[in-house]
């Protein structure tokens, strides 16, 4: 029996491929981002939550394709307008220009614990001169030789261990008073200093990656200590470091609208920190937050040498 080829038979059921294949992208892509607003209940939902900015990408691209079919032109729509709406708030730009205010800088760099190229890093931070220098995934090794070459930049420094083999490190010019109590009850940084005539209250925190529910219960355990400590302060307060969260999860957001602290990346762009050399896949999980004892007139990341997260920079003016 002689089988026949129907050059639009084959057509058929390649265009109804292509509608199922771009109906299940459309889905898909409803589906993660509805899951990524319920990420304060559940670990697995929240990793969702980090890539608004990915989704609206995938959104708008996949808009042309499925203009014409009403299903899913609705669910790219709806994701569209939830993560459009998580997005917005961090590309509008309303930082107001710097002024003659005396101010200071404060730096933030997670420098990877396996990181060997000391003397390029350590370039890295020099070139900032910043008044505070906060480092995350500090490790011995790393501190032996910082304090070896920052002992006159930064001849008052402190390190609190914070998980597995890494250890948080603050380096100032000015002399540190350490809350011993914060590093015991919560593996934290919390300190005061004086810094151009005003006490400032000085707060970081490096949690668990919460890849796991036990490890994502810590890591919002010891956040909500850090924004505690910072946003009770009465003085000018900053609380910096690596949260391992993004400022799209509704874990960070509660934490946010339940403090007084502010963002110092809001209004000067997303500027994601994680993971350095991933392009449109990065996320931004560091984080500086003062509260309204200061007012930020700046704020960029830099290029570590061999880390897998960029700094971030803050100049802010006391109020």
């Known amino acids: 029996m002689k089988s026949t080829f129907s050059p639009a038979v084959a057509v058929r059921q390649l265009s109804s491929r292509r509608v199922f294949f771009l109906r299940c992208l459309a889905w898909g892509l409803l589906a993660v981002t509805l899951a990524g607003r319920l990420g304060a209940w559940f ?58 205010k005396e101010g200071i800088r404060v730096m933030h760099a997670n420098v990877l614990y396996a990181n060997t190229a000391y003397p390029e890093v350590f370039r890295a931070l020099e070139e900032e001169d910043a008044d505070v ?59 005061t200093t004086v810094i151009r005539g005003k006490t400032v209250a000085l707060v970081s925190v ?8 036990s490890w994502f219960a810590s890591r919002n355990k010891r956040l909500a200590g850090a924004f505690a400590a910072a946003s009770g302060r009465r003085e000018p307060a900053i609380l910096a470091g690596d949260f391992n969260v993004s400022v799209f999860s509704p874990v960070y957001q509660a934490l946010v609208e339940q403090s007084d602290l502010q963002a110092s990346r809001k209004g000067f762009g997303i500027l994601p920190t994680y993971r ?40 802010l003016q006391f109020r």
Not at 166 to 178: A, C, D, E, N, Y
Request: proline letters at 7%.
């Open 133 to 191: 220098l906060f480092i995350a995934e500090v490790t011995p090794p790393f501190y032996h030789a910082f304090r070896t070459r920052f002992r006159q930049r930064y001849p008052y420094q402190y390190m609190v261990y914070a998980k597995s083999r890494f250890h948080v490190l603050v380096g100032s010019r000015t002399p540190l008073k350490i809350n011993h109590e914060a590093v015991t009850a919560n593996r934290m940084l919390e300190a």
């Open 276 to 315: 350095n050399g991933y392009g449109p896949l990065m996320i931004p999980i560091d984080h500086i937050l003062t509260n309204r004892g200061f007012r930020t007139t700046s704020f960029r990341t830099k290029d570590i040498p061999g880390s897998d997260h960029k700094a971030i920079i803050a100049d």
């Open 43 to 100: 670990f697995v939902f929240e990793l969702f939550s980090h890539f608004a900015v990915q989704c609206v990408g995938a959104g708008l691209g996949l808009l042309y394709f499925v203009r014409k079919d009403r299903g899913a032109l609705f669910a790219v729509g709806v994701s569209l307008l939830i993560q459009g709406w998580q997005v917005a708030p961090w590309i509008a730009w309303n930082a107001a220009p710097a002024s003659a």
């Open 206 to 213: 490096h949690p668990k990656t919460p890849i796991e529910s």
